[in-house]
């Protein structure tokens, strides 16, 4: 073993976790390599070309990255349990008439989960990935920082894991910017992986179309759904709808109702298969209620002031309090108004860089 000690690293195949690996290689670390094949895309039934972390030409560059440092690779099949914990609740919560974030559970139950197990068989002190995010400690607590990019930060999918995961857990690019590391990358001899294109799409729906997904996924989805009312706040039909599951918060586009000025999805009712219309003013809120809440840098609030809250990825965040409600769940008050909130999405809590916690919200 090195002097500093074994790492296990998550492995992509893309340029961020290729330079994380290469980075910490050079500081001396032994470095592991390991790529988490957690979807099948052949099961998906899509008509994208295979694409992004859990591919064949994925799974190879890491391959051919951890040869190139001459260290262990392995590959993690978390397929069954990757249906089971985030493919099923990302279907429920559509049928729900919820607006699921895949990625925030996926890092919780799967991703650190399986990642510290696998270190732990391989005597791995630390793991670490290619997200731009930073650790720090304070008073006891194990908490994330934003990454130094604020471009690339993406401590809002992180929210969900708890203090010994973040304990165990290196960022070796939270202090570094995108375009250094694509540099690092094309100095190190890593053209090809320098210049991949980053997806943002869900792993999974490799064709961006959670629509088409749902169709596949859920027999006879649409016959259940489809001819629903589209209404207004107050109950007027003004049109007939696809399925509640194919619209999103604050949608504005493809609602085909003719009101005489715009209307926005505002909410909808799985219970009465109704998509409800609105002016945009009427999608703003001062307030909102989070559920499932994970804290990082305190133990426990009461009251906290001054803080950013963002509700949904790249939100710049709103100034907002937080009180804890009896019932397990804390309430947002906003320090303005804010717009399109959608029920599903996580709730994300900062003061300055340093994240709070996050929870999703109801």
Known sequence: ??????????MSGGVDSSVAALLLHEEG??????????????????SAHETGCCSID????ARAMAVKLGMPH?????????????ISNFIDEYLAGRTPNPCVLCNRLVKWGDMLEKANQLDCEFIATGHYARVAHENNRWFLKKGLDSHKDQTYVLWGLDQEQISRTMFPLGERNKNDIREIAKSAGLARIATKSESYE???VPDDDYRGFLRR????LEQKVDGGNITDTEGKILGKHHGYPFYTIG????????AGHPLYVKKLDPLTNTVILAKKDELLSDEMIVRDYNLMKYAKIEVLNNISTAIRYNDKGTGSRLIKNDEGTIKVMFDHAVSAITPGQ??????????????IIM
């Open 202 to 204: 869900i792993c999974f």
């Open 251 to 258: 949608q504005r586009k493809g609602l085909d109702v003719a």
């Open 74 to 86: 392995y590959v993690l099949d978390l397929r069954d349990v990757f249906e089971k914990k985030i």
């Open 217 to 220: 996924r859920v027999e006879g």
């Open 29 to 46: 670390w032994e470095v592991i390599g390991i790529t988490m094949k957690t979807w099948d895309y052949a099961a998906s039934g899509g």
């Open 1 to 10: 073993m090195s002097r500093k000690g074994r790492v296990l690293v998550a």
């Open 58 to 61: 994925s799974i190879n560059d």
């Open 346 to 359: 996580s709730a994300v809590f900062y003061e300055g860089d340093d994240l709070v916690g996050g929870g």
